[in-house]
RNA sequence: GGCGCGGUACCCAAGUGGUAAGGGAGAGGUCUGCAAAACCUUUAUGCGUCGGUUCGAUUCCGACCCGCGCCUCCA
């Protein structure tokens, strides 16, 4: 079955197929580097991460290029209020995203940065004001005429055709033909970070930089644009209207938006108390793998109630998985291969395959998967698992980490990493209880935990039980969890 | 006001014109020295409300109620 995406621009899921035969070329408008990301950013990166993940395991070549946008109005502020400059403002921001997008699974994609590509935009703009769609006002600002394009709003479904200019309350912005009309660059004030270039003094606008440089990684045409759906209008309405003006040609194939996430059911912002970026998440003392869970758990183009509850359920789900695989990979199973095994580990692959072929259902993909982990278990239980279907359902699980990439690791290091960062910007006092035992689980050597374990096997062998649950009462405090199988004991960091 | 999305069990959340996936939680049970893990059973005659179409609607249509998003730089 072919891969079918909802495509914004006509509202509805088509077939995809990418204008080259078997690559993919995508963009997604990435962050604005001036804070922390928090975790309404992440789930749109994680969609869009688990779209180029899922072309690839579909056979495609993708070549998949993220912008940060490293010069804005609020960097400009920013820097200025701490005293930096926009550079040094912008590289901690930028290095701070590049570590929580690792640390939650997002593979990086190419990036280009908007102040290295500054010379490619004013030659842009300087082409479309050769052209009568751009021009330029008195105190050398350069604006986008959108009455020189007639199919402005198709894509955010807006009628501007019987919108009268001046209709609008904004006369202040006087030199402007139309109120409408937007900032290609924005002439240099004092104080703010301004290049020389070709058309003048100045700062790109915001919309200029992606297409500039989407078309510069990626040609005139390409396949998938994404973001979030805030994005919609005016950026990529305006993405469009560039774009297509200068090149004559269709932009983007595909418009891929990611629905804004709820926060214990209502619109995360900063006065309501439920601001969270992945930082302070981790500083609860919430594993990563458990973050992405939740935000893959319900498909990109549906609200998500991100909750605490929800958290600690995700959590418990991942543990499962883990402990499937674990089961999996450590037991001793008898040779041979049994059919109904070999045929569950094959109909869930097609099913999780399916479930995303129909625009990305992950929520679908995820109940084929626990399926299966449960007829597997009931199955191991009953001794029917045989040697040759192993590496099957071991497969199965590992498609589906090609796609939502939580089973590996045990977040330990990550979460340390965050513990530390912690330290050295003096937010000791942040790191909760829960973070700190996550990451003394991880001081423990294997060989310590296995030293004590066989202690631990001694003294129950010799039915000495209050020994051995000291023992394990030991280990539990210090993060490891103590399982007794019939093929010994197995033992995994909390 | 314009455009759009959604309201499914205690919680999260799929889905379909023919009788409700999956996860978590709760209860009972199996296994076990005890745990842990795992498995089994169980928890919505019901899918916001009221009408309509239909042999049949949670699924289609209409109205209403509620929540949410975008409408000039918030992912």
């Not at 440089?213 to 990529?236: C, K, Q, R, T, W």
């Not at 500083?283 to 183009?301: D, E, Q």
């Not at 041979?336 to 399916?354: I, N």
Request: charged residues 25%; glycine residues 6%.
């Amino acid at each position: 079955m072919a891969f079918r995406l909802y495509n914004t621009m006509s509202s509805q899921v088509e077939e995809f197929h990418p204008l080259r035969n078997r690559e993919v070329r995508m963009y997604a408008c990435g962050p604005t580097v001036y804070d922390y990301g928090h975790i309404g950013n992440f789930r749109t990166f994680i969609a869009v991460d688990m779209l180029q993940r899922f072309l690839r395991q579909s056979g495609y070549t993708v070549r998949y290029v993220m912008n940060i946008t490293d010069v804005d109005d609020k960097i400009i502020r920013n820097a200025a209020r701490d005293g930096v400059s926009v550079q040094q403002y912008t590289a901690k921001y930028e290095k701070a995203f590049l570590e929580d997008s690792a640390m939650i699974g997002i593979e990086q994609p190419t990036l280009v940065r908007a102040t290295e590509h500054i010379a490619q935009m004013a030659d842009f703009v300087a082409k479309l004001v050769k052209r009568g769609i751009a021009y330029r006002t008195d105190d050398g600002s350069y604006y986008f005429r959108i009455a020189s394009f007639p199919r402005y709003g198709r894509l955010s479904k807006k009628d501007f055709g019987g919108m009268l200019d001046g209709a609008r309350v904004d006369v202040d912005e006087y030199d402007k033909d139309s109120a409408r009309d937007f900032a290609l660059w924005k002439a240099p004030k004092p104080g703010e970070a301004s290049w020389e270039t070709s058309i003048g003094p100045g700062r790109p606008g915001w919309h200029l930089e992606c297409s500039v440089m989407s078309m510069a990684e990626l040609g005139e045409s390409f396949d998938v644009h994404a973001g979030g759906e805030d994005l919609i209008f005016p950026h990529h309405e305006n993405e469009i209207a560039q774009s297509e003006s200068f090149t004559g040609k269709p932009f983007a194939h595909f418009w891929f938006h990611v629905r804004f996430l709820l926060v214990e059911g209502e619109k995360m912002s900063k006065s309501l108390g439920n601001f969270y970026t992945l930082r302070d998440l981790v500083l609860k003392g919430h594993k990563p793998s458990s973050i992405r869970y939740l935000l893959t758990s319900v498909p990109y183009r549906n609200q998500l109630n991100f909750t605490f509850d929800g958290l600690k359920q995700a959590a418990v789900s991942v543990e499962r998985l883990r402990n499937f695989r674990q089961r999996l990979a450590a037991g001793s199973f008898p040779s041979g291969s049994c059919l109904e095994m070999q045929s569950l580990a094959a109909e869930t692959v097609d099913r999780m395959k399916s479930a995303l072929d129909d625009d990305l259902n992950t929520a679908q993909a995820h109940a084929a998967l626990f399926e299966m982990v449960r007829r597997a278990n009931a199955a191991f239980d009953a001794n029917g698992i045989k040697q040759d279907d192993v590496p099957l359902l071991l497969a199965a699980l590992e498609k589906f980490d090609e796609i939502f990439a939580v089973l590996k690791g045990n977040d330990v290091p990550q979460m340390k990493q965050v513990s530390d960062w912690a330290s050295t910007e003096g937010r000791k006092k942040d790191i909760s209880l829960e973070l700190r035992e996550a990451v003394q689980s991880g001081q423990l050597s294997d060989a310590d935990i296995e030293k004590k374990i066989a202690e631990m096997v001694a003294a129950r062998n010799g039915r000495n039980f209050k020994f051995s649950d000291a023992l394990r009462a030991e280990l539990t405090a210090a993060g490891i969890v103590i399982e007794n199988t019939k093929d010994g004991v197995r033992w995994r960091r909390k």
